[in-house]
């Protein structure tokens, strides 16, 4: 693998712990940001893949692991925000329920 190849394989590793921090404070913008940077460092290691030696595809499997995790994290920040939004309706139902009951003086 060239030395280049082997810079952008460990800036991949470094964006991919960004993005897992960016993941679990739920920065949308900054994970896309990252999400499309390490897309292109990984891209240009296409040529590179009959070249990967153990350790970098040890890499590269690091890199698959941090990607699932930052996945999990925002899957559970978006069932987080669906059950914040299903409690908002189920308070709105019972607001407008309640609102024809209220005591008359």
């Known amino acids: ?45 296409r040529l590179e893949r009959d070249n990967l030696s153990a350790d970098d595809r040890l890499v590269l499997k690091q890199v698959s692991e941090l990607n699932d995790r930052a996945i999990g994290l925002m899957e559970h920040h978006r069932r987080s925000k669906e059950r914040a939004l299903d409690m908002a309706a189920v308070g709105r139902r019972a607001v407008a329920a309640y609102s024809t009951t209220r005591l008359q003086r």
Not at 11 to 39: F, K, P, T
Request: hydrophobic fraction near 50%; avoid cysteine; glycine fraction near 2%.
């Open 1 to 45: 693998m060239s030395s280049q190849a082997r810079g952008a394989l460990e800036r991949v590793i470094v964006l991919s712990q960004q993005l897992l921090a960016a993941a679990d404070q739920s920065n949308l913008q900054e994970l896309a940001d990252l999400d499309a940077e390490r897309m292109r460092l990984l891209q240009s290691l």
